[in-house]
């Protein structure tokens, strides 16, 4: 793992990704939409030791932007390995369900649009046959429920399509990681009433950074615990299910 | 509670604020309310933790208001660079350093953290983004350094480190048992070594004896230097286990360990500085009740006044085993509110008892107060507004700097502000 692309470089948890990941040496492009938030992470990275750190300013929800940050990467960082997709929103489950308006944007940040850029990517590393893409979806994509299934259907929907990546990428040797993580304590999330007991970025940085240098698991449950909590949700059946207000 | 992530987004925070509803937040580690704004809003700027540049020819880094001091430390000290002053934890942001003008064992001979930050940018509700040095709004400079976060929002400070050989400190420690043989060493070691303070058995009274540690930079040695990581405290112990006869205990044994005669060692930095930031929630060890830290200093001048102090926290029965006692330099104060001046400082903690322990303190603020002396706000709780009017008799000069958005508990309880 020595060329790493990130796709929403300025989010919570891909800053402490970052930071992590300039003690081991790793050379970065670094995509969001702020040129000024660029340029503090690009200079905290640099002054910490990372070898090469490259930004390219782009709006990620926008897919009419994407072959631009494609060229970019192609031009500016051949033979890049890794693709991390850690950008994402998080709104109002109550204003996604009265407004048609906000609804369309969610599904369009967290899913449509890192599909389409994922598909991208996927072709050129599927052609190189090698590399490894990792996506952050979340737990909230296992299960739709009443309180978030709007992000939870978008993110879902991404696990989804990572996991039928993963299967047309394997015969070119090509890893696929879905990263979900339970709540985390980040700007995403600090509006959530319970928010002091989500998880701490650092720790989920750490549970990536090495899923990515293993290439594994294919699903990286962080903290691991979720894991096991998924797993007993989503054995609960629909009939008791559709009635709990969680 | 505000927590931004960029500095972009402070003007916006300080656009839709109140007046006096805000206070900008580091990691907390002040002892009373100097940190705290009750009943309104914090700026809590952990996140505001960016290194923007360093210039490898001058030793100047230029930091955001939430970088740690630990976090200079991991990753300046791999390339031979130390913190100019620090405090006794590197738990504290570049914005609480210079909010309270921290001193550490050095501040003889380098004063203040506030001494060696070059330059500042402030965000400030009415004026905008401002720089402040000794070139440019001088006096908002001076304002800030020690004005306990009042003055604005720090988007980031140029500060001096220094060069330094490795991580190792070559330190000596030698046990004295009188005031006078304290101020002797104290003497003779401040021409010879960077770093010098006292640990004291508060129970001793006026015959005060102690262990004195002081000591310098090594130059690098072979020695290997693994990062460690301590143990944490994980919950509250009961009240009962510190107690007079147990601190005592700990005390006497404390001392007949290092009395034994001069010793040297080189020790890790971070033991040197920090012996109990390896001990997280070390807090914890006084119970629910807590406890009350009391600093202050007295001009060396008024020896007799520091002796009745001591008499009285030894007669109190009360003290703590975290006594430390240090001589300050000449250094006149860097911030208009800095805590730091000549003569002799004493620090200690004592298990909140209620009102038996407020009181105990008002009766060494009868001592403070008649020798000239003052206290230290980043360490108080509970002083009242005379003795912060003996103890910052200029207080009124600082406050047109003070950002009409901003306030603190602190502030409320000693001036009367609304």
Redesign the interface.
């Known amino acids: 793992m020595k060329k790493i692309v990130v796709l929403g470089a300025?989010s919570?948890i891909a800053?402490e990704v970052q930071r992590q990941l300039t003690s081991r040496s790793c050379e970065l492009l670094l995509v969001a939409r702020?040129p000024?938030?660029l340029t503090?992470?690009q200079?905290?990275l640099q002054?910490?030791?990372a070898p090469h750190v490259l930004t390219y300013s782009a709006d990620l929800s926008c897919i009419a932007q994407h072959d631009g940050i494609f060229e970019f990467a192609h031009r500016e960082f051949p033979d890049f390995d890794t693709v991390l997709l850690a950008y994402g929103s998080l709104h109002n489950q109550k204003v996604s369900e009265a407004s048609i308006q906000v609804l369309l944007e969610e599904l369009q940040v967290d899913f449509v649009s890192a599909a389409a850029i994922l598909t991208l990517f996927a072709a050129d590393l599927e052609h190189r046959r090698m590399g490894c893409i990792a996506a952050i979806t979340s737990v909230a994509g296992d299960r739709g429920r009443r309180s978030n299934y709007v992000y939870g259907s978008a993110k879902g929907g991404l696990s989804l399509f990572l996991q039928g990546l993963r299967s047309r990428l394997y015969p070119a040797g090509v890893g696929v990681i879905t990263i979900k993580p339970g709540p985390v304590q980040t700007?995403m999330t600090?509006h959530l009433p319970s928010a002091g007991r989500f998880a701490d970025p650092h720790q989920v940085a750490r549970d990536i950074v090495r899923g990515l240098e293993r290439r594994s698991p294919d699903v990286l449950y962080t903290p691991g615990f979720w894991r096991w909590i998924m797993t007993a949700v989503q054995l609960i059946p629909e009939i008791i299910f559709k009635r709990l207000s969680f | 509670m505000h927590?931004p992530?960029?500095?972009?987004q402070l003007p916006g925070i300080l656009e839709a604020a109140e007046p006096g509803s805000l206070l900008p937040f580091g990691l907390g580690r002040s002892y009373g309310d100097s940190c705290l704004n009750g009943g309104r809003e914090l700026v809590d700027c952990h996140?505001l933790n960016?290194?923007?540049?360093?210039e490898e020819s001058t030793g100047v880094?230029r930091c955001e208001g939430g970088v740690s001091l630990s976090d200079i430390l991991q990753?300046f000290l791999p390339k031979g660079w130390f913190l100019p002053v620090t405090p006794g934890t590197s738990f504290v942001t570049i914005g609480g350093a210079i909010a309270n003008d921290v001193h550490g064992k050095n501040h003889h001979c380098a004063g203040t953290f506030g001494d060696h930050v070059h330059q500042i940018a402030l965000h400030r509700s009415d004026h905008g983004l401002v720089s402040c040095s000794s070139r440019e709004n001088p006096e908002m400079l001076r304002a800030t350094i020690g004005g306990l976060g009042l003055t604005g929002i720090i988007a980031w400070a140029d500060v001096q480190l220094k060069r330094v050989g490795g991580p190792w400190i070559d330190s000596e420690s030698i046990p004295f048992s009188s005031l006078k043989t304290f101020l002797d060493l104290s003497h003779e070691s401040n021409d010879h070594f960077e770093y010098t303070v006292a640990w004291l058995d508060c129970f001793s009274g006026k015959n005060v004896r102690g262990i004195f540690f002081r000591g310098n930079h090594a130059a690098d040695c072979r020695k290997k230097f693994h990062q460690k990581r301590g143990p944490k405290l994980p919950f509250e112990l009961p009240t009962w286990v510190l107690n007079r006869w147990s601190i005592q205990a700990f005390n006497a044994a404390y001392y007949a360990v290092n009395a034994v005669k001069k010793r040297a060692a080189v020790m890790r930095y971070d033991s040197f500085f920090y012996p109990l930031d390896s001990i997280r929630q070390w807090n914890l060890l006084y119970g629910r009740q807590g406890f009350l830290q009391y600093q202050c200093v007295i001009p060396e001048k008024n020896l007799e006044a520091f002796e009745e102090l001591l008499d009285r926290i030894a007669r109190s029965g009360m003290g703590s085993f975290l006594g430390v006692l240090k001589q300050f330099g000449p250094a006149s104060p860097a911030g208009m509110l800095s805590f730091p001046r000549p003569g002799l400082t004493i620090a200690l903690d004592f298990a909140m008892r209620g009102e038996p322990t407020l009181e105990l303190m008002r009766s060494f603020d009868e001592v403070v107060q008649q020798s000239g002396g003052a206290l230290y706000p980043a360490k108080d709780a509970r002083m009242s507004p005379a003795l912060f009017e003996t103890s910052f008799p200029n207080w009124r000069n600082f406050v047109p700097y003070i950002d009409p958005k901003m306030s603190s508990s602190f502030w409320r309880r000693v001036t009367g502000s609304p």
Request: avoid cysteine; glycine fraction near 10%; charge should be positive.
């Open positions: 300025t919570g800053l702020s000024q938030r503090e992470i200079a905290d002054v910490r030791g700007p600090d | 927590k992530a960029w500095n972009d996140r960016r290194i923007l540049g360093f880094v990753v």
